[in-house]
């Protein structure tokens, strides 16, 4: 028992820079003193004492903000940081080496009885305000986003981000290889502007950059059928488009008199 409790103070002055010595740690820290009663209250509702076990998560819940689950699994070296408003649920099970911050919820979908609630991995980090909800699997090594929402398993190593939870394309990936390439030359960074935004903007980003793509491609095709035919000769795509930007609609008119108006059309005045 020591040995745990030795090994969740290390742990916190491992991930949290603000920790000073193990005795504030012992005596300040409600992420720790949530896990310490749930590792009480897990072995009374192992040994079926089920009544007491919710009895003791409810006075653990009333004292730190953080509510555990008698019946969660949980393992080494676990670190809630801040912790008000955490709530896992009776089949969540985590890993060795994770962390969970303020307003996390590893809840369930389903009334059914059953696992309902999701399985992280080792070294799992889940974001404040993050969601995640139902039977599913958080792979070793995953990151999810502050106040995403992940309804769907995230492989190990990869990070979640928004609502729905997505994952974020690895720039090995071909497609978001050819959309980098395509924003940089329209003059823009899409992947810096949408990393963290709502699912649907980023999206919509996506479709534009793919459908500018298409275009390019069937106008490189044009260009070439034309030399070809001794019509023109062949074009190359610009550098980058700073050199033909487009006027803002709302740029002042500078011919536009700042005059009052006045009745008398000849602008004379009595």
Not at 151 to 175: N, Q, W
Not at 219 to 246: K, N, P, Q, W, Y
Request: hydrophobic fraction near 40%.
């Amino acid at each position: 028992m020591f040995d745990r409790i030795r090994e969740d103070i290390l742990c916190v002055f491992d991930r949290d820079p603000a920790a000073r010595n193990a005795f504030e740690i012992l005596t300040t820290y409600p992420g720790l003193h949530a896990v310490m009663v749930h590792r009480l209250a897990h072995r009374l509702w192992r040994r079926d004492f089920k009544w007491p076990a919710r009895l003791l998560s409810n006075v653990a819940r009333l004292f730190t903000g953080i509510e555990i689950h008698p019946g969660a699994v949980i393992g080494r070296r676990f670190f809630i940081d801040h912790g008000m408003g955490v709530v896992i649920g009776e089949t969540a099970v985590i890993g060795d080496d994770c962390t969970l911050y303020h307003g996390v919820t590893l809840g369930g979908t389903s009334w059914q009885k059953g696992k309902r609630h999701p399985t992280l991995g080792r070294d799992v980090v889940v974001g404040a305000g993050a969601k995640v909800l139902g039977p599913i699997e958080i792979g070793d090594g995953a990151r999810i986003g502050s106040n995403a929402v992940v309804v769907k398993s995230v492989p190990a190593g990869a990070t979640a981000v928004g609502v729905p939870g997505r994952i974020i394309e690895p720039e090995r990936d071909a497609t978001t290889r050819r959309r980098a390439d395509t924003a940089k030359r329209i003059g823009f960074d899409a992947y810096g502007a949408t990393r963290d935004a709502p699912d649907p903007v980023a999206n919509a980003i996506n479709r534009m950059l793919d459908h500018i793509h298409h275009m390019d491609q069937r106008l490189e095709s044009m260009s070439r059928i034309l030399e070809r035919h001794g019509l023109m000769t062949h074009f190359d795509h610009d550098g980058d488009l700073d050199a033909v930007a487009i006027e803002p609609a709302t740029q002042p008119d500078l011919t536009r008199s700042d005059s009052p108006p006045t009745d008398d059309p000849t602008g004379a005045r009595g």
